[in-house]
């Protein structure tokens, strides 16, 4: 039987609106209350124990625990205990709950596949999924310490920010969906590593190459620079990379690289080979053959396309 998982899919064109941001901390057993709210709730729970009922379904959050409650359901305590938590009220013009039967082609799709649009081999990879969302667990655990020494300090930024003058309101918001977009890529990451069995330290180094290809496409990017800045075998970071993107190396390098040239034909007027050196492809043949195989039409063809639709 196919596992369902729920997850929330969010615009992150559209800054949320934060309406409260606190921290609460019990030092005898205590008992959340009953409320039904027309707002987002996300709880990060620092230590202890929080027990809830949302919508009829009872669960326990503990130490690291990550819960979105959604609104107009009915939510309440259902036992006493001592807890630590932060919590984040929220609004959005543009969320979704989603339900998901195949996480990992989802998975692939937001870690590799985000740069084009939302199908996968063909298919779409969600029917409520766009290429502007951000997808993050509705409830989701960090055990690694380090991730959550980074949620712990997020938090305390956001509640500081919050509790300063008014229009920092605006830079909580801006860092809670940085939080939502780290949220999203741990989640997926781990999703990956469940699928294809890779030790955490492989998935951490596909990780960084990702941050790595983009940060440097514009130049050339050998196996051997690779091998030097992860400290790996390079045949045996690809077949990482592969399992968990869906892509080798150099396949995903012109992905970033072709996306790029496509921004530029659109917005400049530079020629092709200023743009295929600009996105490291400085070889005129190769950068068009790149171009026509991941666009479909060669690049002088989909920039007679850009000029004939902005006419329109």
Request: charged fraction near 25%; proline fraction near 4%.
């Amino acid at each position: 039987m196919t596992e369902v998982c729920a997850l929330l899919a969010i615009n992150i064109e559209i800054v949320p609106r934060i309406r409260l941001v606190g921290f609460i901390s019990y030092k005898s057993p205590w008992l959340h209350f009953k409320r039904t709210t027309d707002e987002y709730v996300l709880y990060f729970i620092k230590s202890g124990e929080l027990h809830m009922k949302e919508n009829g379904h009872s669960f326990v959050l503990r130490k690291g625990d990550i819960y979105v409650l959604e609104p107009n359901m009915e939510h309440e305590g259902t036992e006493h205990d001592l807890c630590d938590y932060y919590y984040i009220h929220f609004e959005h013009g543009d969320i979704r709950t989603l339900q998901v039967e195949d996480l990992k082609a989802l998975a692939q799709y937001f870690i590799a596949h985000h740069d084009q649009s939302p199908f996968l081999e063909g298919k779409p990879v969600h029917p409520l999924v766009s290429e502007y969302d951000c997808c993050f667990p509705k409830s989701h655990a960090i055990t690694d310490k380090a991730r959550f020494r980074k949620a712990l300090l997020a938090m305390n930024d956001m509640l500081q920010l919050y509790r300063r003058k008014h229009y920092n309101h605006s830079l909580t918001a801006l860092r809670f969906t940085e939080l939502l977009i780290e949220l999203s890529r741990d989640n997926f990451m781990d999703e990956l590593q469940r699928n294809d069995r890779y030790p955490a330290k492989s998935i951490g180094k596909v990780n960084g190459l990702l941050d790595y290809i983009h940060q440097n496409y514009p130049h050339k990017i050998t196996s051997h620079q690779i091998e030097s800045v992860f400290e790996g075998n390079y045949d045996y970071l690809n077949r990482c990379f592969k399992a968990m993107t869906g892509q080798t190396i150099t396949q995903y390098v012109n992905q970033v690289r072709i996306k790029h040239a496509k921004e530029l034909i659109e917005t400049t007027d530079l020629t092709f080979g200023e743009i295929g050196y600009l996105t490291g492809l400085n070889d005129p043949y190769y950068f068009s053959k790149v171009f026509k195989k991941h666009v479909g039409m060669p690049p002088n063809q989909y920039a007679k396309r850009i000029m004939e639709e902005k006419k329109t």
